[in-house]
């Protein structure tokens, strides 16, 4: 009975993430404009970070922006619901959307303005048309934000499909198979990448067990139980995110040195990854971000109460205050080593091309690879959790 219904909720969901993605492909061929003149030194990469959230600048578009601002907005709502939880537990779900899109409207109206400012030739639009321009992004990227929310509810895997092709169009698009160097180094950059993808799958497939120990239930005892946490709980969502925070970063400080100093001939200032400041700057973010996100999603004042709830307990901690004192010793531990694993294996090929400049549009693709290939493993492991739970919909459905 069970085998007769598995794939059919999630063929649905499947289907209707294909529309999402279908949508997405049309909107990001519709030029706004037909020239973009690139001035940034930077911008071989800057193209690629923008990818990795869904954007595009190579050519001006109604989802050029991506889920950058949104992204950004969301980090900024989880770090501040990180310092009071029973708050933000109490608020509705209207509430939360409203002030998360009221926030991305703002932060995509401040790209919108550096992306014009920066990308579009003064001479190619009228400057009536600039504000055109600055409503139909603003208006593409909430278009976008609105179909990344439909998909968690009747899709898979939320946005992450969506920057699964931005990153694969950025790919398409790369001239890196012309290669300038020897066969040693680029045997070399395959084992590199081949590394680096294993030790990605192996952090995604571990977990850090605990065993404890349950008073209301003494017929199992020759069971093990355990709490399992991920060594990396935060997943690829936290590279997308703390891509977008440095690009917005990067972009108020360009505008407001523009504002300030319109003469200004480094307008990139230092927040770009052709100087170390720059990669220090982005390392340090994702380092942060990784962690703090990760601690978010783990939760350990809820897991304190639900322990104390259902009489668990470790062996040698008190209930109450103690386990929560060893449970945030323990997050803090594996939610470090994840978000510093992490950030290594993106910070070495960042400031490889300092070190090798003539390189750096592999070493790009290389990282660009290792993302997708993260973004991937995390969506197979949303498509495995819908086929759990399409097993025994049915039996469920009776108790829900």
């Not at 290594?344 to 090929?349: D, E, V």
Request: glycine content about 4%.
């Amino acid at each position: 009975m069970f085998r007769e219904n598995e794939y059919k909720i999630l063929y649905k969901r499947i289907l209707f993430t294909c529309l999402i993605i279908m949508i997405y492909i049309t909107g990001s061929n519709i030029p706004l404009i037909h020239q973009i003149d690139i001035q940034r030194k930077d911008s071989s990469f800057y193209q690629i970070a923008v990818s990795n959230t869904g954007g595009d600048i190579s050519s001006l578009n109604i989802f050029t922006l991506g889920l950058g601002p949104w992204l950004t907005s969301m980090i900024i709502f989880s770090l501040i619901a990180y310092r009071n939880i029973d708050k933000t537990a109490r608020q509705t779900r209207s509430e939360k959307h409203y002030k998360e899109k009221l926030l991305t409207i703002l932060l995509s109206l401040a790209q919108s303005c550096f992306l014009l400012n920066q990308y579009v030739s003064k001479e190619k639009i009228d400057s009536e048309n600039i504000y055109i321009l600055l409503l139909i992004l603003v208006t593409g990227t909430m278009l976008l934000v609105w179909l990344a929310d439909q998909n968690i509810r009747y899709g898979i895997a939320g946005p992450m499909p969506i920057v699964l092709v931005s990153i694969i169009k950025s790919l398409s698009q790369q001239n890196w198979l012309q290669l300038q160097t020897s066969i040693l180094v680029i045997m070399l950059i395959i084992c590199v990448i081949a590394v680096t993808l294993f030790v990605l799958l192996f952090m995604e497939l571990i977990e850090y067990r605990t065993n404890y120990q349950d008073i209301m239930n003494f017929s199992n005892q020759d069971i093990k139980k355990y709490l399992a946490w991920k060594i990396n709980p935060a997943g690829s969502i936290s590279i997308m995110i703390s891509i977008s925070v440095f690009v917005l970063l990067s972009n108020l400080i360009n505008m407001g040195v523009n504002v300030a100093v319109p003469n200004h001939q480094n307008n990139s200032f230092l927040l770009n990854f052709s100087h170390p400041i720059g990669i220090t700057i982005y390392v340090l973010i994702q380092m942060f971000l990784g962690y703090f996100l990760s601690r978010f999603l783990l939760n350990t004042k809820n897991k304190t109460e639900e322990f104390l709830k259902n009489g668990n307990y470790f062996i040698g901690v008190k209930p109450g205050a103690a386990t929560s004192i060893y449970l945030n010793k323990m997050a803090r531990r594996i939610c470090w080593f994840g978000s510093i694993m992490i950030t290594t294996i993106i910070a070495i090929p960042l400031y490889s091309t300092l070190l090798v400049p003539e390189l750096s549009q592999q070493i790009y693709f290389a990282i660009q690879l290792i993302v997708l290939v993260y973004i991937g493993i995390n969506i197979t492991e949303t498509i495995r959790t819908y086929l759990y739970f399409d097993r025994y919909k049915q039996l469920l459905d009776k108790y829900w």
